[in-house]
């Protein structure tokens, strides 16, 4: 799945769902599905599983996803057992899976095509675990994914897009953002 | 030798700031006051697998008007530079933290001790601009209400460091 296109299939079924995201896949859903509820203020790689966690602790009564990446989640496996035993129902966890580290050139990831993130998923704990590498199968789960009781897992096979998104750092990080998202995200729904 | 400070006065001062979640690894030097906040329904007890991952946590629910505080030992929060350089330094968003000095000398000041891991840690809170305090003895536990408010209005990461294992 060319990741752009997963996104945007994801932002079909949007409805009010915080989102989470961080570098790459955050500059392309901010185009794609630009909203106060999109929640980019991490900029620590492997921390973005927790944040989505906090979030889906504050607000209880929205729905969270995180768009977490392969070299992302490695670097904070130990997050999976965390979200798993505090079983979260509102969370739900897409991993970007390309297998590389995308930002610095293409590195592949360690364990790269031989490990299994939806594996590691499942043996931690969380109750409904998926892997996708097909968009029509994805979209045609979404629905099911959107609103089962979590927390939930989808490892996304995706390759980058050619097309390109701008990498605004302002603009993912600014306190007008943040502020906008308190706001947004306090605001009954 | 003065006694040594108290969890309940801890746990008080917690309550009285809104703390409504407390995230944790387990340490020694706080092990007194965290076996009483997982005994009182009024927290909600998150347990992690790696400090960074509080930081994160705490730093998250803070969007949603949740008050939290992190108790980790101060090898989490070396552990956990890269998460305090974002949240601290660059975002400035409230958090907590009850930071166990184990291995600390009594009545010693931890930049004067002996072990590298403590006599850094004051240092590099003040590098990342995170407010701190020490409670070693009873009494000190009074200072926490104010630290927490000052966490919250500025917003800013404040760390309480415990320099005597809580009883």
């Known amino acids: ?189 | 030798m003065a006694e040594p400070p108290k969890g309940q006065a801890i746990l008080d001062q917690l309550k009285q700031a809104g703390i409504e979640f407390v995230v944790s690894l387990p340490d020694k030097m706080t092990a007194g006051l965290v076996d009483l906040i997982v005994r009182d329904p009024s927290f909600r007890f998150v347990p992690v697998c790696k400090e960074d991952e509080g930081v994160s946590i705490c730093s998250a629910l803070s969007f949603g008007d949740k008050r939290a505080v992190l108790v980790t030992q101060h090898t989490g929060v070396l552990d956990s530079v890269n998460s305090l350089r974002t949240v601290a330094a660059e975002f400035k968003h409230p958090l907590v933290m009850i930071v166990g000095l184990l291995t600390k000398e009594p009545g010693v000041k931890p930049t004067e001790s002996k072990r590298v891991g403590i006599r850094i840690i004051e240092p590099l809170l003040d590098l990342l601009d995170i407010s701190h305090v020490i409670v070693e003895k009873e009494g000190d536990e009074a200072q926490i209400g104010n630290l927490i408010e000052e966490a919250y209005s500025t917003p800013k990461p404040v760390a309480i460091l415990i320099g005597r294992a809580v009883v």
């Open chain 1, 1 to 189: 799945m060319v990741r752009p296109e997963c996104l945007k299939v994801l932002a079909a079924h949007r409805t009010n769902e915080i989102v989470v995201s961080i570098f790459k896949p955050a500059f392309e859903w901010r185009v794609i599905s630009p909203s106060d509820l999109n929640y980019t203020f991490i900029n620590a790689m492997g921390q973005i599983a927790s944040h989505g966690l906090g979030l889906a602790l504050a607000f209880p009564e929205r729905r969270i996803i995180v768009l977490d990446g392969d070299g992302s989640l490695l670097m904070n496996l130990g997050c999976l057992v965390t979200i798993a035993h505090v079983a979260p129902r509102n969370l739900i966890h897409f991993v970007c899976d390309n297998g590389v580290y995308e930002t610095t050139g293409g590195q592949p990831t360690p364990g790269s095509g031989q490990i299994s993130l939806a594996g590691f998923a499942r043996a931690a704990g969380y109750p409904l675990v998926h892997e996708f590498d097909d968009l029509v199968e994805f979209e045609r789960a979404l629905p099911e994914l959107l609103t089962a009781e979590g927390p939930v897992f989808a490892d996304l096979k995706v390759v980058q897009g050619t097309e390109p998104y701008p990498e605004e750092w302002e603009a993912v990080f600014s306190k007008e953002r943040q502020r906008a998202f308190k706001r947004a995200a306090l605001s009954s729904l």
